[in-house]
């Protein structure tokens, strides 16, 4: 490692560890290692430095998302693998059902993508309004992933903002205030649903959505 690679390291050191840790850099999220990582230069370096334990630098979001991977599976690394990729597969209806009933309740064309915001008390509003989204909130809500037991809006919609934000979903810049903002997280959601879609013909987005339209009839 040269002289000044381990400058720059020195200087990244913090945005290794977030990437070690399993953390998804993006505009939102970290603005500051978002701009680093936006230089060929800067990920070069971190990359030669990853490389040496066994980890690579990966994009999500046509380069707008970066997170770390295995750099080659061997036994180990397959099996941690397979358990986040069962751990998301299992998260993936509600996860898939929430996004579709914002964008619903919302009026929205496309889909959630990182840097929007959520006012959660408008959308608690539009939800209290319509029983069919109020009907999908509970459903939501109760999934293993949330594991709400309330019957009131108000507490299941808090609990899934709350868990989102836990699972890096979604940010709360100010804790006075009740907006969210999409994270880049999931722009590598979508990518998975995408892949799932590919390799087994599941249309996940496509079965959540016409689940939706159906409680709306």
């Not at 809006?153 to 890096?168: M, N, S, Y």
Request: proline residues 2%.
């Amino acid at each position: 490692m040269t002289a000044m690679t381990e400058t720059v390291l020195v200087g990244q050191g913090a945005l290794i560890e977030a990437l070690l840790r399993g953390e998804f850099i993006c505009k939102t999220t970290n603005e500051d290692g978002w701009r680093a990582l936006k230089s060929a230069s800067t990920r070069e370096h971190i990359e030669q430095y990853l490389n040496q334990i066994n980890r690579t630098l990966a994009q999500a979001g046509e380069g707008e998302v970066f997170f770390c991977g295995y750099l080659q599976l061997g036994e180990r690394e397959r099996k941690v693998i397979s358990q986040q990729f069962r751990d998301i597969c299992n998260a993936l209806t509600p996860l898939v059902e929430w996004l579709v009933l914002v964008q619903e309740a919302n009026g929205q064309d496309a889909p959630l993508s990182e840097g929007a915001a959520i006012r959660l008390t408008e959308l608690q509003s539009r939800i209290e309004d319509t029983p069919a989204f109020k009907e999908q909130l509970a459903k939501i809500s109760h999934y293993r992933l949330f594991g709400s037991t309330s019957s009131q809006v108000d507490a299941q919609i808090k609990l899934v903002f709350k868990r989102l934000v836990e699972l890096g979903y979604l940010l709360r810049p100010n804790q006075e205030k009740q907006i969210y903002i999409a994270t880049g997280k999931l722009d590598y959601l979508y990518e998975v649903i995408r892949f799932i879609d590919e390799t087994e013909g599941l249309s996940l987005e496509l079965q959540a959505e016409t689940a939706t339209q159906r409680e709306l009839m």
